[in-house]
């Protein structure tokens, strides 16, 4: 290696250092998370618009990084999606998901729009896994759940390199009765022809556009769209990233079916919501 000269003053790590350096130990450390119980499962309540009832969960992954603390998924799952070890995480999220989903089935409200159920997120990668639908029917048998009580989230914003793997995978989880939902609808490329190829049961409108509908009328003209072309195909709404009554009341009275965001609740770990009083 080069001597460094002795008087040179060594140059500050600049932020795209110090970000690489983050990616290569955060690549380094996810092989053991799984292992050394890193891992740990939120859940975020989607309530019914019409009537604030708690319709379900969304199940989102957090790391807590011995070091760096809470680690996002929007940080390490697209690691994950490059090493390969999707897999395994997604194996560990189904089970921890559907072995809790008994607990957190209490806390919703029985109303007859509807059963409750629980959202889990795949990327498109794990979908193409060839073990994928044969795991998830064990994850339900070995828990004694209904198929239709739990939905596969498959986000549009990541190019699916097989349409024919997983349409053959959403084709037997839907033969199963196990819900689909196109996940961040509008910002990815593909979302029509998605939807177009697809049997998805669900679309969830991406919190970009909710975020924007008040002062933005082409985001609002974009949503009405959406829950007018959902309700044209028959299939289900939720809108994501609510953070105001406002906002949850407009779209209430647009139509869409579920709604869920901070307004309602942040993601939560387990504990704090069985801990909780009776939900609304
Ligand atoms: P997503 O599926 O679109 O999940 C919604 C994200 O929005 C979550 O971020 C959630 O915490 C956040 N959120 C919810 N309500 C609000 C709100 O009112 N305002 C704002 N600003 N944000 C809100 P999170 O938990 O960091 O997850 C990020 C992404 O990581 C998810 O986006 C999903 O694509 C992915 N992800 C999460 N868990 C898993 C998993 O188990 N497997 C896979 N493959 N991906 C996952
Ligand atoms: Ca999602
Ligand atoms: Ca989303
Ligand atoms: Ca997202």
């Known amino acids: 290696a080069a001597q460094i000269p002795a008087l040179a003053e060594p140059s500050p790590p600049t932020d795209l250092h110090a970000a690489a350096v983050r990616t290569l130990s955060l690549a380094h450390d996810l092989s053991d998370a799984i292992d050394r119980g890193q891992l740990d499962l939120y859940y975020q309540p989607i309530v019914r618009l019409v ?12 790391w807590r990084h011995p070091q760096l603390g809470v680690v996002r998924p929007d940080e390490f799952i697209p690691l994950a999606e490059k090493t390969g070890l999707v897999h395994r995480i997604g194996q560990w999220v189904l089970k921890r998901a559907t072995t809790d989903w008994p607990l957190l089935r209490q806390r919703c409200a029985a109303t007859s729009q509807g ?25 339900i048998a070995s828990s004694h759940i209904a198929a239709s009580e739990l939905r596969i989230e498959l986000t549009e914003t990541v190019i699916i390199s097989s349409v024919e793997l997983v349409s053959s995978a959403i084709a037997q989880l839907r033969t199963m009765g196990v819900g689909i939902a196109l996940d961040d609808f509008g910002t990815g490329y593909a ?22 509908m008040h002062d933005s009328e082409r985001s609002f003209q974009i949503i009405k769209s959406a829950l007018e072309l959902s309700r044209l195909l028959g299939i289900a709404t939720v809108a994501e990233g609510i953070e105001d009554a406002k906002t949850g009341a407009m779209l209430a009275s647009m139509g869409c079916n579920y709604g869920q965001g901070y307004h309602y609740a942040r993601p939560l770990p387990l504990q704090d919501l069985l801990g ?5």
């Open 51 to 62: 009537d604030g009832s708690l319709a379900g969960f969304e199940a989102l992954v957090r």
């Open 115 to 139: 059963a409750p159920f629980i959202s889990v997120n795949l990327s498109a990668p794990e979908l193409c896994n060839p073990g994928i639908v044969e795991s998830i029917r064990d994850c």
């Open 276 to 280: 909780a009083g009776t939900p609304t």
């Open 191 to 212: 979302g029509l022809d998605y939807l177009q190829t697809l049997p998805f049961t669900a679309i969830k409108i991406d919190r970009a556009f909710v975020a924007q």
